[in-house]
């Protein structure tokens, strides 16, 4: 399997954002749940409505996998409410929100990973993308905003922090030489 990349870049993220945006709202979806929570694409493909929709029909604010909470922020939930809003009639609670065209199947990973490339190649993106850009993308952000690998370890059910530091794209020992020089 190749490695692929993260996107550190603020700018590039906007690009595919707005290029899936106006190009397939479901696909913009997959893309913002995927930067925005750190589920693993298969876990992505595989929601259904019922997952994110509670019996009020308010959009749930955090979903498990494995006895592990992934967030569901306000972005997320907007983009949600949208996506329902806009195809409410032909939905139900048991229809896999990543519906593939040809039958009632969510979309393949081979096929969120061609998405992924085109918008990234469309809008002029020159990194290795593929599914686990969105999971490692929203690790790196998270971390940068919240510096904590720990959580980020635990979320990802990675063996070491040293590993998540690896798969998000940092540099963990650099950022711990830091740590052991600091005296008061």
Aim: hydrophobic share 35%.
């Amino acid at each position: 399997m190749n490695k692929v990349d993260v996107i550190k870049n603020k700018e590039d993220i906007r690009k595919i954002k707005e290029f899936l945006r106006l190009s397939n709202f479901r696909n913009y979806l997959m893309f913002i749940v995927g930067i925005n929570t750190g589920l693993r694409i298969t876990q992505i493909l595989s929601l259904k409505f019922s997952d994110v929709v509670d019996e009020h029909n308010n959009i749930v604010d955090k979903i498990s996998f494995n006895n592990i909470s992934y967030y569901i922020n306000d972005i997320v939930q907007e983009c949600f409410q949208k996506y329902i809003k806009s195809n409410g009639n032909i939905l139900s609670n048991k229809s896999f929100i990543f519906k593939s065209k040809k039958g009632d199947n969510p979309i393949e990973r081979s096929q969120a990973y061609r998405i992924l490339n085109d918008a990234s190649k469309n809008v002029g993106v020159n990194i290795k993308v593929g599914t686990h850009t969105l999971r490692k993308t929203f690790g790196y952000h998270f971390y940068m905003r919240n510096n904590d690998l720990k959580y980020l370890q635990k979320l990802f059910n990675h063996s070491s922090i040293n590993v998540t530091a690896d798969y998000i794209g940092i540099n963990y020992e650099k950022e711990n030489l830091n740590y052991n020089s600091f005296n008061l």
